[in-house]
């Protein structure tokens, strides 16, 4: 798609894609529903949530969207893209210590539970490297089965950070239930 492609082209390219978002998000939805005993205990994990997922999709779309540049401008190969894929994780990682150390900082001024605090920085720090992974990884397997990574990757690294922050940050939870309910 171009920006000057005629909108009905621009619709048949794009909805596929954004009904492929629906049933990831019903993935993401789902995640959450396993994790609703935890959440009935603990509600201000609800209130925690969006931060852990809305970071790590920012972050896997700026990974995303270095990667897609790269290929585009051919800086990149769909071969021999280690060394891509391990800078992404890597800037992941430190992304995620730092911006889940801020985050961690404010839920523990904000409900004075460092055991909160600790999961969500843990969380947070996972689901930077889960973004920084696929970030890099969707966009090339995308243009390795010849399909337009500019359309479709934000689709599944979304997922991915949806389900893996959902997923990392209420599984601690459950985990450290005890801890955090100061039992």
């Known amino acids: 798609e171009k920006i000057s492609t ?3 082209r621009s ?19 789902y995640t959450v529903s396993r994790f609703s005993h935890t959440i009935s205990q603990f509600i201000v994990l609800a209130s925690l949530m969006p931060v852990v997922a809305g970071l790590g999709g920012n972050a896997g ?18 071969k021999r893209n280690w060394p891509v894929l391990i800078k992404q994780i890597g800037v992941g990682f ?16 904000w409900y004075g539970n460092v055991w909160l605090s600790l999961i969500l920085w843990m969380a947070m720090t996972a689901n930077m490297i889960i973004a920084g992974f696929f970030g890099a990884m969707v966009p090339i397997t995308l243009r390795k089965l010849k399909l337009d990574p500019a359309l479709g990757s934000s689709v599944f690294v979304t997922m991915a950070t949806d389900v893996g922050g959902f997923f990392t940050f209420l599984g601690l939870a459950s985990i450290f239930l005890h801890y955090i309910l100061g039992q």
Do not use: D, H
Request: charged letters at 10%; proline letters at 4%; one cysteine or more.
């Open 11 to 29: 619709v048949k390219l794009r909805v596929p894609w954004l009904l492929v978002n629906l049933c990831t998000a019903l993935l993401a939805a």
């Open 6 to 8: 005629a909108l009905p």
């Open 61 to 78: 779309t700026q990974a995303l969207t270095v990667v897609v540049r790269a290929l585009a401008l051919g800086e990149i190969k769909v």
């Open 94 to 109: 430190f992304s995620g210590l730092v911006c889940g150390m801020v985050m961690a900082a404010i839920a523990y001024l």
